[in-house]
């Protein structure tokens, strides 16, 4: 008697999909209790974090270990991530193509808000547009893909000056302004721009590339230790009331923190 399956029929496909295996949702919530912990954790601080009694953790940390993605120190006890989910994440990375994975969030934001949006990536000499979502609103003119935004004058570069080191921005602010060194008022203004995003999450410029234009900018970080990207809403400034950028700001950050995770950067709740 045979004892190949029967061929798929395509009837009750669903039910089993939803229901997984609750083994491996175990065994990832084991992991996820490491990955926060970040650094060696004993068998009790383990299963305190994934919220199991000690002698069930310790029974997925041994097969964990087994597969390699656990190891566990033969001096300390302890246990950490091991080399078969560092091969994973290696080759995660190798594989994530991040301008590609956070432009297939664009076009929901879009729809959203129903304002254009745009993404932007750190180039050479500033901000560089790579992505660009049309919204139902008409605007009085359009950036084109390709182009370098200036650092201070657009929400995007904002961002930029709040998240890269000073010593990357200030050369590139100086190529800008054509000037050999910043003077005062600059830095001063640089120094409201960096606060304000850091205190909010969102760079807010009015008419600053285009006139009547308002531009909300926030950052989708990576995983690793590359350079932000740059996610903006552009909008008519016409009849934006302060309760609409402050719904549009709530969901462009809700936006780009989920566009933050898809690239595996730890999300902090207590970040804005």
């Known amino acids: 008697m045979s004892t190949q399956p029967p061929p798929d029929s395509g009837a009750g496909d669903e039910s089993p999909a939803r229901q997984g295996i609750q083994s491996v949702e175990l065994a990832m919530t084991v992991l996820r209790a490491l990955e926060e912990g970040r650094g060696p954790m004993s068998l009790t601080q383990t299963a305190a974090a994934a919220g199991m009694q000690p002698s069930k953790a310790h029974r997925y940390l041994v097969s964990l270990t087994r597969v390699g993605l656990v190891a566990q120190s033969p001096s300390s006890g302890h246990y950490?991530?091991?080399p078969a989910m560092r091969r994973l994440g290696v080759e995660s990375l190798r594989r994530m193509?991040?301008?590609?994975?956070v432009s297939e969030h664009l076009p929901g934001l879009r729809d959203r808000t129903s304002h254009a949006v745009n993404l932007a990536v750190w180039g050479?000499?500033?901000?560089?547009?790579?992505?660009?979502e049309y919204g139902a609103h008409a605007l009085p003119?359009?950036?084109?893909?390709?182009a370098t935004m200036p650092l201070l004058n657009s929400a995007m570069g904002g961002v930029f000056l709040a998240h890269l080191p000073e010593q990357l921005t200030g050369s590139v602010l100086r190529g800008q302004l054509e000037a050999e060194a910043l003077d005062e008022a600059v830095r001063d203004r640089v120094d409201r721009i960096r606060e304000e995003v850091l205190r909010t999450g969102v760079a807010t410029t009015v008419?600053?590339?285009?006139p009547g234009v308002t531009s909300l900018a926030a950052p989708v970080f990576t995983a690793g230790e590359s350079f932000p990207?740059?996610?903006?809403?552009?909008?008519?400034?016409?009849?934006?009331t302060e309760h609409d950028t402050a719904r549009l700001?709530?969901?462009?950050?809700?936006?780009?923190?989920?566009?933050?995770?898809?690239?595996?950067?730890?999300?902090?709740?207590?970040?804005?």
């Open 80 to 82: 950490d991530l091991g």
């Open 97 to 101: 193509d991040e301008v590609a994975l």
């Open 124 to 132: 050479d000499h500033g901000p560089v547009v790579v992505r660009w």
């Open 141 to 146: 003119i359009t950036v084109r893909v390709g």
């Open 207 to 210: 008419g600053g590339v285009i």
């Open 229 to 240: 990207l740059v996610v903006t809403l552009v909008m008519p400034a016409r009849g934006l």
């Open 249 to 272: 700001s709530a969901e462009l950050l809700s936006s780009t923190r989920a566009m933050s995770e898809v690239l595996g950067h730890p999300v902090d709740p207590h970040r804005p």
